[in-house]
């Protein structure tokens, strides 16, 4: 269902995220990036709709801030974010980061 739902493709990229919501702070990983979300793999607590800030690590090795809503989650396996306040600088960067992952 929630392929149905979705605007942009996701494609599928590992990378390393750190993560706060309001169970506190935990390190992840995302397995799939769209200009419109994430998946994040995480043990970690949320509830849907819940706001939560994170940093995914780009292919660069640098850390890139983003907030988002959680729009749904699975539990014992993670949730899927769709990223919430885009600035263009930050949209164009994560269309390179999909570019990579699509090139790889």
């Known amino acids: 269902m ?3 739902r979705r605007r942009d493709e996701r ?13 506190g702070k935990h390190d992840a990983r995302i397995s ?7 998946y994040v793999e995480s043990l970690g607590q949320v509830t849907v709709g819940e706001v939560i800030r994170f940093e995914i690590q780009l292919p660069t090795a640098r850390w890139m ?6 729009v749904y ?14 600035t263009t600088m930050e949209r164009n960067l994560l269309a390179h980061v999909i570019d990579y992952a699509r090139g790889s």
Not at 74 to 81: D, E, K, N, Q, Y
């Open 65 to 70: 801030p983003l907030r988002g809503e959680v």
């Open 73 to 86: 989650h699975l539990p014992t396996l993670g949730f899927g974010v769709k990223f919430t306040s885009l």
């Open 32 to 38: 799939d990036i769209s200009l419109s979300g994430c």
């Open 2 to 4: 929630a392929d149905e």
């Open 11 to 23: 494609v599928p990229l590992l990378l390393d995220v750190r993560w706060e919501g309001l169970a």
